[in-house]
Every structure is written in C-alpha cells, then in structure tokens.
C-alpha cells in the first residue's frame, strides 16, 4: 500500500527537470532504459518507488530496486543505468539532497545515546538498504505537502528532519553521520575530493593532498580509497574524462585543446583513456554528444 501511494505521488508531481515545490527534494520518471551514462551522484537520499536501478562506483556495483533507497555522502563520478523501465511502466524515484549542517543539527539534538556509536573510520560514500516501513511513511507525508500549498512551508522542513532522523538512526546510518561531523574521516576526504575537483587539471603529490586533509599518508590512502572505491589518482582522471566530456559537448571540434584543458599533454593518451572511460573517441562521442544530454540533475536518480 506504502509504495503504491509512493508512486501514485511521485507519478503526478514529475516534472521534465525533475524539481517540484519543496526546495532540495527531487523526482525522477523514467521511461526507458537507457545504457549506462556517467554522471556526478550529489549528496542525496535516493528512494526507488517503481523500476530499479543500477549504479557503478569503481569497481564496486550497487542495484537497488523498489522499496529500497541510496544513500550518497560524498558527490562522486558515478555510471547509472535503468534496468527496469519503460513507456507503459516508467521507472520513478525520490530524492532528497542532504545537508551536512542539518544533519549536524540533528546529531547534536539527538544526543550520542540515540544515535550508534560511529566508528573512526571512513565508510563508504555509497550504500543501499531496505527502506523501513517508517522512512517511507515520512517520504509519503512530504510528496502529500505537493498537494496542500498552504501547510508546505511550515510542515515541509519538520518532514525533512523527520526523514533524516529515520536515516541517521537507520541500517545506512553511519554513511550519513559521518556527512555531519566535521572531523570525521569521511569529512577530510570530502575536503580532498573538493580539493581534486577544483584543481583536477593539474598533477599533485598524494602527501601534500593528505596534508591538507589533515591525515597521513597511509591513513588518507586506507580512508580515500574506502570512500570513494578509487586511489585519489584514478579519482582525478575520471574527473578529468568527466569535465572533458562537458567540454566536447560545446567544443565538439577543439579534440587537443579540451584535452589540454583537462590536464593531458599527450593526446594519444587523452584519446586511449577517453575511449577506454565512454566507449568511443572523443571526436566520435562529441558527434553524438550533439544530439544527447551529458550531465543529469541527479547522478544517484537518472
């Protein structure tokens, strides 16, 4: 009964850019299964209500399906793909962007007794579970507020932190703690794959990334790596592919400049791991880039 409500809600209220009423909550529908297209995954609670979906990490895999949700700490290149969907049942999802500062707030209120004990390590930035009879309850309270414009603005912010609360005291809950804590493991490495992100075109020493990150060496690799399922080397060339990719999008004919651009000097190099990364060369995949859309509001939902 939970999910068909669920996806009665999430059916009317879907929009073609997948925002709705309520700032930071998202709604995918999907009608075909696309392969698989990378993207960014945000920091977001994923709910699947119909359809499943699977998501690539790395090496690491995830599937979730309905009734099952996600959780992504850290915004992160990811390859998705709808393996359930169609025109006659597409595929719909929930989201909701987390905030490591109303986590915080939570965290705090609630007290270290009613949460688990979060251990000292980094978890990994990814997670998927059973969603809990009361998660979606919540989530179902929240999409209902769609409907009654006058109770949003008051009752809509109480139904996030309710929904939040489930997470944090839920199976994943150490993947979302660890976003609200500011001297977490998993917050240093947030602070170097921002670091990476911004500075992805140019070369680095892993020390001086753990330095910033205000860890050593061993524990800044062991802790990366749990993270995100790569090195921080391999983590900044998917970023590089990734933005190369934007790039080509809008400089279709410019294939040694955008690799430039990105940080590659070799171009043979940039074309071998640009083929490698999407299946195509970069002129090849820049044709077809022409006629497709390249980045996705939300890499955890499309």
Do not use: C
């Not at 006659?88 to 986590?103: C, D, K, Y």
């Not at 809950?173 to 602070?191: C, E, F, M, P």
């Not at 921080?232 to 651009?261: N, S, Y």
């Not at 043979?268 to 995949?285: H, I, L, M, T, V």
């Amino acid at each position: 009964m939970q999910l068909e409500e669920l996806r009665t809600l999430l059916d009317r209220h879907a929009r073609p850019d997948w925002t709705t009423a309520i700032d930071g909550v998202l709604i995918s529908k999907v009608d075909q299964a696309d392969p698989p297209a990378p993207s960014m995954s945000g920091t977001v609670l994923a709910v699947i209500a119909q359809g499943a979906k699977r998501l690539a990490l790395g090496e690491r895999v995830y599937e979730y399906g309905a009734g099952q949700y996600l959780v992504a700490s850290v915004d992160l290149p990811v390859t998705g793909q709808f393996t359930q969907a169609g025109p006659e049942r597409p595929a719909l999802g929930f989201g909701l962007t987390l905030q490591p500062s109303a986590i915080a707030e939570l965290l705090l209120q609630g007290g270290p007794a009613d949460t688990p004990r979060t251990g000292t390590g980094a978890p990994p930035a990814i997670a998927v579970s059973d969603a809990s009879p009361a998660l979606l309850d919540a989530v179902i309270r929240l999409l209902r507020l769609l409907d009654q414009p006058r109770d949003r603005a008051v009752l809509a912010p109480l139904v996030k932190r309710e929904i939040l609360w489930r997470v944090i005291t839920g199976e994943q809950g150490a993947t979302v703690r660890h976003l609200g804590l500011a001297d977490s493991g998993l917050s240093h490495i947030s602070r170097a794959v921002r670091w990476i992100r911004e500075h992805y075109a140019q070369p680095f020493r892993v020390e001086d990334v753990a330095h910033l990150s205000g860890m050593s060496v061993s524990a800044f690799y062991r802790n990366f790596q749990a993270v995100t399922a790569m090195s921080p080397i391999q983590f900044q060339k998917q970023i590089r592919l990734q933005e190369a990719r934007l790039l080509l999008a809008t400089h279709p004919g410019d294939v040694t400049g955008v690799g430039q651009r990105v940080g590659y000097d070799n171009p043979s190099q940039f074309s071998r791991e640009y083929r490698r990364r999407f299946g195509a060369p970069p002129s090849q995949d820049a044709a077809r880039l022409r006629h497709t859309a390249t980045r996705s509001p939300a890499g955890v939902l499309t």
